[in-house]
């Protein structure tokens, strides 16, 4: 009985740790997935929000007091993609950037994505730890300042 009960255990254990192996091979996988395409342009994330106000990340960030924290499209060129997985991009016009964070990892998008993009999310101001902007760097931001904008997105329409 006693070699049974441990045969048993021992199989429910490899079973257990063999799925939680995959699982965890799942998510570092980081799976780049269309979610809808919009004349030609794809989506990324939740489905687009279609809304007629659209503002460009220039003139958001310069207006940035009067819409911190309201859900809107921002638009703007693709600068840099994150290189590690794809999971953030910088939105940029005319030389001013925001950082766009992919709804913490919730999506990806291609590391070679360029073009222009709405964004639907809400932007806020943050500041980085010096650790943030290292590990940043490393996956290819670039030098950021401790104080940057930042748009949590839920979705994201590239337009190549």
Same mark, same amino acid.
């Given at each position: 009985?006693?070699k ?15 799925? +939680?192996?995959?699982? %965890? !091979? #799942? ?10 395409v919009? @004349? ?5 994330? &939740? %489905?687009? $929000? &279609?809304?007629?106000? *659209?503002? &460009?990340? #220039? ?10 924290? #309201?859900?809107?499209?921002?638009? /703007? +060129?693709? /600068? !840099?993609?994150c290189?590690?997985?794809?999971c ?5 016009s +005319? ?5 766009? @964070?992919? +709804? ?7 590391? @070679?994505?360029?073009g ?7 932007? *806020? ?8 902007? !290292?590990?940043? %760097?490393?996956?290819?931001?670039? @030098?950021?300042? #401790?104080?940057?904008y930042?748009?949590?997105? $839920?979705?994201? *329409?590239?337009?190549?």
């Open positions: 009985m006693k049974l009960f441990l045969i048993t255990y021992l199989v429910i254990a490899t079973v257990s740790i063999a799925q +939680n192996q995959e699982a %965890k !091979k #799942e998510h570092k996988e980081k799976k780049v997935v269309v979610t809808q919009i @004349d030609g342009a794809k989506v990324y994330g &939740n %489905k687009w $929000t &279609n809304t007629e106000e *659209k503002m &460009n990340i #220039e003139k958001a960030i310069a207006e940035h007091e009067m819409i911190i924290g #309201e859900d809107m499209v921002f638009t /703007g +060129n693709i /600068g !840099k993609v290189q590690g997985s794809g953030w991009m910088m939105l940029e +005319n030389g001013v950037t925001a950082r766009v @964070d992919f +709804n913490h990892h919730s999506f990806f998008i291609p590391k @070679d994505t360029q222009t993009a709405e964004v639907y999310g809400k932007l *806020k101001s943050k500041m980085m730890s010096k650790k943030m902007r !290292k590990h940043l %760097k490393e996956d290819g931001a670039g @030098d950021l300042a #401790e104080k940057i930042e748009i949590v997105a $839920t979705s994201v *329409k590239i337009k190549s």
